[in-house]
């Protein structure tokens, strides 16, 4: 296997600065769970099943409201992955109906 160095005709990716600060989400069911990656939660690589055991951990988390109010607020619209329960679609539709709503 060979090793790939940096092209330095391309300048190293941009990190956009969040819209908002993170939620204090101490005691999240999601940080450190010992039987799924955290790829299940980011959505890198996660294979379906992880993704939807991901979601069922968050139906028993203390702070999955605050962390679903998040996902559901600017920084949810760039992020991938499950946030309180629900995947990035499911998020993109929750939004669309509430603007529609308004």
């Not at 005691?27 to 991901?54: F, M, Q, V």
Request: charged share 25%; net charge positive; hydrophobic share 35%.
């Amino acid at each position: 296997m060979t090793r790939r160095s940096a092209d330095s005709g391309h300048p190293p990716p941009r990190v956009p600065r969040l819209p908002e600060p993170l939620p204090d989400l101490d005691g999240a069911a999601c940080l450190d769970h010992k039987y799924l990656p955290a790829s299940a939660w980011t959505g890198a690589r996660a294979s379906y099943r992880d993704r939807e055991l991901a979601k069922a951990v968050c139906q028993a988390c203390p702070v999955m409201e605050r962390c679903r109010e998040f996902g559901l607020g600017p920084v949810g619209a760039v992020m991938n992955g499950v946030l309180g329960g629900l995947s990035a679609s499911e998020r993109r539709q929750i939004r669309h109906e509430r603007r529609l709503s308004a």
